[in-house]
């Protein structure tokens, strides 16, 4: 599947799929975007969720995007840190509107 076409851009949606011409390929690998993931549940608080955003984010870091990630503030943990390879987290002290 390549990164252009489908609804949205005046084509069609279909339930096949059409074959990607090698030119679009780079053209998808070689885009860079910026990336903003928010999450109610982000390290020091490690879990399921926690990991898959991690180990997502490393990956699209990898692949040349950047990535942050904002999420409320735990304890201490307020402000802006940096984790491995240049992952921004934005620790922000949000009210709980849900329990």
């Not at 609804?7 to 069609?12: M, S, T, Y």
Request: aromatic share 10%.
């Amino acid at each position: 599947m390549a990164c252009r076409g489908g609804a949205g851009n005046g084509h069609r949606a279909s339930a096949t799929l059409s074959r990607v011409s090698p030119g679009s390929l780079y053209t998808c690998r070689t885009r860079t975007h910026n990336i903003c993931m928010v999450s109610d549940f982000f390290y020091p608080n490690m879990g399921g969720v926690e990991s898959h955003i991690y180990q997502l984010s490393q990956c699209l870091i990898e692949r040349g995007h950047k990535v942050i990630i904002v999420t409320h503030a735990y304890g201490n943990r307020k402000g802006i840190r940096y984790l491995t390879s240049g992952l921004k987290v934005y620790y922000l002290p949000l009210k709980v509107m849900y329990n």
